[in-house]
């Protein structure tokens, strides 16, 4: 089973790679983007046997900081 | 009674040997060098040392591979039993993931590595680790990190604030951290982590002298010298 782990900082968490990013893309001549966040993305390949449960606490203990972000799971197939 | 130190080893850490250096100079004993693998520590510690560096080469996230290695466990519980543990810049990083510290330290504010002498206030001066110094006094300690903008909502700053857990501030803006904030204690008092680098403050060769204080009356606290 694949699984994607999207992480992304709460809002509010300042992000200076973000805002880097954002720079970058209006130094490259793109115009009306109004901000950047970065975040992650983790692909895990589970066997079948493992639990809804089981990847959320991997999410909590791991893969995401509860303190500063947030974390999303989506099954791909 | 002696005094026993150790100092934590991470792959990838780089201020490990500072550190111990810095604990054998002012306590004239030896000490004792852990690796992250170990599962438990020597017995009757008085003092645990987290290093600066690059632990697990900073991937995920700073500290958060070395904070779920096996040595924090035991790291851990010899906290909550009470053992000073003293985590600098990534052994502060590694604090915060473990969970012994509140907070989190983010990519620094202006984006670059700041690795230069900064100025610190002294907020707390009755802790175990900052007693050496004066409420208000300003020191100088050199810094150097990455990440060491620290983060934590404002209820957490508030009530850090509020009990007196601010031990050092930076007087000058480095990293963006919030409230200037560069140091903090847990609420038991035993635990301090903070960014700037006390033990490359102990001599004069080093450019300043600052940061002795801090051992000299963490140890003598332990050992009732």
Same mark, same amino acid.
């Given at each position: ?77 | 009674?002696?005094?026993?130190? @150790? ?12 550190? =111990?250096?810095?604990? *054998?100079?002012?306590?004239? $004993?030896?000490?004792? +060098? ?39 466990? =035991? ?14 810049? !990534?052994?502060?990083?590694?604090? $915060? ?77 480095? !990293? ?5 904030? =560069?140091?903090?204690? !847990?609420? @038991? ?9 006390? *033990? ?15 051992? *000299?009356?963490?140890? +003598? ?5």
């Amino acid at each position: 089973m694949k699984v994607r782990v999207h992480v992304s900082l709460k809002p509010g968490v300042l992000d200076p790679q973000g805002r880097a990013i954002h720079h970058s893309l209006e130094g490259l001549g793109f115009s009306g983007v109004n901000d950047v966040r970065a975040g992650r993305l983790f692909e895990l390949d589970v066997a079948d046997s493992v639990s809804d449960e089981a990847i959320d606490d991997m999410c909590k203990k791991l893969l995401a900081n509860m303190v500063i972000e947030n974390y999303r799971i989506e099954k791909v197939a | 009674m002696a005094f026993r130190s @150790a100092v934590v080893t991470f792959p990838g850490s780089n201020c490990d040997r500072d550190l =111990a250096v810095a604990l *054998e100079k002012v306590s004239g $004993t030896e000490c004792i +060098r852990v690796w992250h693998g170990d599962a438990e520590l020597p017995d009757n510690l008085d003092f645990i040392g987290l290093p600066g560096g690059f632990s697990y080469g900073d991937y995920l996230r700073c500290g958060a591979i070395a904070s779920r290695s096996p040595v924090m466990q =035991a790291v851990i519980e010899a906290a909550n039993r009470g053992v000073p543990v003293f985590g600098v810049c !990534n052994g502060f990083q590694v604090l $915060t993931e473990s969970g012994l510290l509140p907070g989190a330290l983010l990519r620094n504010s202006g984006i670059r590595f700041v690795c230069r002498e900064v100025s610190l206030k002294v907020e707390n001066a009755q802790s175990l680790f900052t007693s050496g110094y004066e409420s208000g006094q300003h020191i100088r300690i050199p810094v150097a990190h990455h990440d060491g903008n620290y983060h934590a909502d404002e209820e957490t700053l508030d009530r850090l604030e509020g009990e007196g857990r601010v031990a050092f501030r930076y007087a000058e803006d480095v !990293n963006g951290s919030a409230r200037q904030i =560069a140091g903090v204690l !847990n609420s @038991a008092g035993n635990v301090l982590g903070m960014m700037p680098h006390p *033990e490359r403050a102990i001599e004069n060769t080093h450019g300043g002298t600052d940061g002795r204080a801090l051992f *000299e009356r963490a140890i +003598r606290g332990l050992v009732g010298a």
